[in-house]
């Protein structure tokens, strides 16, 4: 499972907004995650995956970009 697939479980097991409702280059905003919302939603993200998410994403609002972080920490991680 790809980490965007992941990241659209997460949100759809946390705040009940279905998988296919999630288009991942749509703000969440659409979804009623407001911004706090959002921070919470990436402390869940850094606990699933274990990673420490930089505040230079603190502004992601899509779930593509959310994801392509995500990737991009876990590659760093790696290397």
Known sequence: MSSLEEIQ???HKKYGIERSALDPN???RGHGID????V???FAVEDHY???VPEKYSDVDT???LAAAV???RAAQTA
């Open 40 to 42: 919470e939603f990436l």
């Open 26 to 28: 749509a703000s969440l």
């Open 50 to 52: 274990g990673i420490s």
């Open 63 to 65: 779930l593509a970009a």
């Open 71 to 73: 990737d991009e920490i």
């Open 35 to 38: 911004s706090l919302t959002l």
């Open 9 to 11: 479980e997460l949100i």
